[in-house]
């Protein structure tokens, strides 16, 4: 079993547009996150969820909003689409507030705006 | 403000070759280390952490790193490199002051059969 899985891995879409992309964890984790990976690499967290509760969230365009309905799941809503926004997207999750200091990645999404 | 830099982008390397890998930090406070390794085609996993303790760490697959505090480093080293070692390598650091992890940029390491 995967143990975090997001979908859908790839997302070709038009600039304008709205996408989402939904990310699920079944390691019983309190805390899930989105990552963007931009061109260059980089690993920018976007926000943090804790038990469904918002406690991170850097400095993102508010077209990008984030909805947790349980625990488990953390998805990532998109609107407006930009070519900017091109990018890999990662969800992780951890134990309560990285109390180990592991992260668990989902295979990333990677976003495509023409 | 914080930041963590790996110093080489691209590393080739031959099988056999011994490797290591850069990261530094800039940050006064305590901190928590880790390296994550991306093999091709899936997902980012934890390869070793410095938490605290003694600061050469061992990790998955023979890598190690060396947490040196007075040079605000934590090097990735492995003696002997294999083909199936191919892959992206991040340095992260997790700073006391807010839990949030800084990431490098990573380093993309190949190694020719």
């Known amino acids: 079993d995967t143990a975090v899985s997001q979908t859908p891995k790839y997302l070709v879409t038009q600039m304008g547009n709205d996408k989402s992309i939904k990310c699920e964890q079944n390691?019983?984790?309190?805390?899930m996150y989105w990552y963007k990976q931009d061109s260059k690499k980089f690993l920018k967290i976007m926000f943090s969820?804790?038990?469904?509760?918002?406690?991170i969230n850097e400095t993102v365009p508010n077209r990008f909003s984030p909805k947790s309905p349980d625990k488990a799941h953390l998805n990532l809503h998109i609107n407006s689409l930009e070519l900017g926004d091109s990018a890999v997207y990662f969800c992780?999750?951890?134990?309560?507030?990285?109390?180990?200091?592991?992260?668990?990645f989902g295979e990333g999404s990677r976003l495509t705006v023409l | 403000a914080q930041s963590v830099s790996q110093h080489n982008h691209h590393v080739i390397l031959s099988e056999a070759a011994s490797l290591e890998l850069g990261c530094n930090y800039s940050?006064?406070?305590?901190?928590?280390l880790f390296w994550y390794v991306q093999y091709p085609g899936q997902h980012l996993q934890l390869l070793l952490k410095y938490f605290s303790g003694d600061p050469l760490v061992k990790g998955i697959k023979g890598f190690e790193a060396e947490f040196i505090k007075s040079k605000f480093s934590f090097n990735l080293r492995k003696p002997s490199v294999q083909w199936s070692d191919t892959a992206e390598y991040f340095c992260a650091v997790l700073l006391d002051s807010n839990y949030q992890l800084i990431w490098g940029a990573g380093t993309k390491l190949i190694i020719k059969p």
């Open positions: 992780a999750s951890s134990q309560k507030n990285l109390g180990t200091g592991e992260l668990f």
């Open positions: 940050y006064g406070g305590t901190v928590n």
């Open positions: 390691l019983g984790h309190d805390t």
């Open positions: 969820y804790n038990n469904k509760e918002l406690i």
